[in-house]
């Protein structure tokens, strides 16, 4: 069963255009020029219960402003969507008791007020049962680790344990859809991964459908079995995560550690990318040269202890993807 569908979507802008100088500033504000910006062209696309979608694109691709009509916060220009069954244009309201989101720069959370009175607020907005809100909010600090934090004032919280607040902010009325629009930007290494153990598990044991855009890889990566790239506004790519690296994956990056050290390596057919005194690290362009023929001059120079095969990055393939769009 589908709990979003989006037909022909569409999101006009006009933006006023002022061009330098005075005397252009004078007949600015007599007659004032505009521009029409098309931040989504005719989207469609359908996401089915309990799914981790990501959404991804670059800067001004139209990710932000998508979500923003899907919860009722922008009005389409054209287009069809539902959500839940609600039309978020009409219904925003009865919408918003069963959808939940997260803007990783808008944050939710009272900055003075620790997250306790909040999460108490909320419960209020929502109507909720107090019996039950407290159950919920208890899953809700063990899973988030929040415990200690749910009385210190948000401008006290690290980045980190403010975004695990945030979230479970956004799920106390228990949504059945969640968007998290840049969840993990700012956050290091550690922290995004707690956020992405999180989301995780809401999606496989909560059986919460997430909608995810994140310019971070690694959250696409490790979560998304589905991906949807959109570039200006258009839809360049559905499909499964792992489609999309094997459709669009044009090298290799192999490793290679060696009994002894490596002085000397004269392999024409890639190009070296790191290099210590017992391994290297060799990109290879597959479409121009195989892996065996690698192998098989490195067994033949070396005496080879290790050899790792990685595929590149997943943000090197997306980057490709843009660049062809944009030839």
Known sequence: MNVIEVKNLAKEFQIKQKRAGLKNGLA????????????????SFSVSRGELLAFIGPNGAGKSTTIKMLTGILFPSSG????????????????????????????????????IDTYNLLARIYELDQREYKKHLAFLVEAFEIGDLLNTPVRKLSLGQRMRCEIAASLIHKPKIIFLDEPTIGLDVVAKQHI??????????????????????????????????V???????????????????????????????????QFSGGTIIEKGKFDIKVELDISKNSIDKLLSFAVENFNIKDINIFD???????????RAQKL
């Open 28 to 43: 600015f504000l007599l007659r004032p020029e505009y521009k029409n910006i098309k931040a989504v062209d005719d989207l």
């Open 231 to 265: 570039n200006f506004g258009k839809i360049i790519f559905d499909g499964p995560t792992d489609t999309l690296k094997k459709n669009y994956i044009k090298s290799k990056i192999v490793e290679l550690v060696t009994e002894d050290p490596i002085e000397n390596f």
């Open 80 to 115: 069809h969507i539902n959500v839940l069954g609600f039309d978020p244009t009409k219904e925003r309201q009865k919408l918003a008791y069963n959808i939940g989101s997260v803007f990783g720069q808008k944050p939710q959370l009272w900055y003075h007020l620790p997250a």
């Open 312 to 322: 590149p990055p997943l943000e090197e393939i997306i980057a490709d993807i843009y």
């Open 196 to 229: 992405r153990e999180v989301i995780k598990y809401l999606n496989e044991k909560e059986k919460v459908t997430i909608f995810l855009t994140s310019h971070d890889a690694g959250d696409i990566e490790s979560l998304a079995k589905r991906t949807i790239i």
